[in-house]
């Protein structure tokens, strides 16, 4: 089983240049894209010793979705890009790791056809200022099987990524479009960002969806605690991956402080960084429930389709596995902040 890295360093070759620098990149000098992953690396295990951890698991629930791991597969954009098969071959590996598979709003394959192969579907939704549109959007995810709906609120501009602006990235290849988009006439619209999206409108959706709602992208604490007094169902501690704020703070870092405020109320998915099973086990002892991983399935997916995908989650289980037992654990949830420095 190929690592993390290798599989990087292969998608690298393989892709466009100008894909690889979409996929790999950050806001700004991309200070923060660094930091989620060095912040894993300046924090060390202390485990325990002599726990009979020979009987452990892995599986965990999240807002009555079942995980096989910890470990679910963040929304990201444009699979097709990566690979012919795209989301369908990420779905079909992600099915088959028994995990939740995140659909992104900008996704190259329709939910419709990404739910016909998923197991556990969750949506991403950047909300759009026309909210006929949007509540069609979740009808069309919610109809296709989609469990819970993951509302991106770190998007109120899109970040600046210079490395797009060097290669002029603006537009995706003849062929490919962003599926959810397409309004009843067929014509596929643009993407806005949700510059006036309000804690109101969070209410708004909640009257016209059935499903679970996370926020994702929160990492300032009084933003936890309202999120929690407004009735939301989960928080995705995140700061997309780097993308969108440069000199924010890593997700790792946000982590402690929401844990505490939130104090078990509703499930915390820490996303930003995560790369080997040591880093799962971090987060879950600083108070995640489960992380989302978004770049290595893109390496995986770009290296070698839906095989890829599967060896990257494959490897982030087996790796978990090992670092959960050997910290002295039985499950995710036996993990404690005093087993991380
Ligand atoms: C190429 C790419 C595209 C992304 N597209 C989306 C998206 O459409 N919606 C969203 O909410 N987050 C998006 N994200 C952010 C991810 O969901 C996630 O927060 C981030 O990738 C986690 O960091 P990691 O890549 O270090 O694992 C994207 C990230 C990348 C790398």
Redesign the pocket.
Known sequence: MRTIAELEAIARERLDPAHYD???GGAGEEAT?RA??REFHDRVLVPRVLRAVGKHELAVEIAGSPLSMPILV?????HRLAHPDGELATARATAEAGTVF?C????TTAVEDVAKVADVLWF?L?FQSDRKFTEAVLNRAENAGARAL?V?V??AVRGRREREYRNAFHDLPPGLAAENMRDETGRVRDIEMPADLTWEDLDWLREVTNMPMFL??VVHPEDARRAVAAGIDGI?V??????QLDGEIS?LAALPEIASIVDGRVPLIL?????SGADVVKALALGADAV?????V?WGLAAAGQEGVAEVLERLREETDTALALCGARNPGELTADLVR
């Open positions: 979409y996929y790999a894209l989620n992953e963040c929304p990201t954009a444009f995140v992104s709003m900008a996704s991403q950047y993951v991106t770190d998007s994702k992208g995705f995140s700061n997309h991956g780097g993308r997700s996303d930003g960084g995560v790369r989302g991983v978004g770049r290595p893109l």
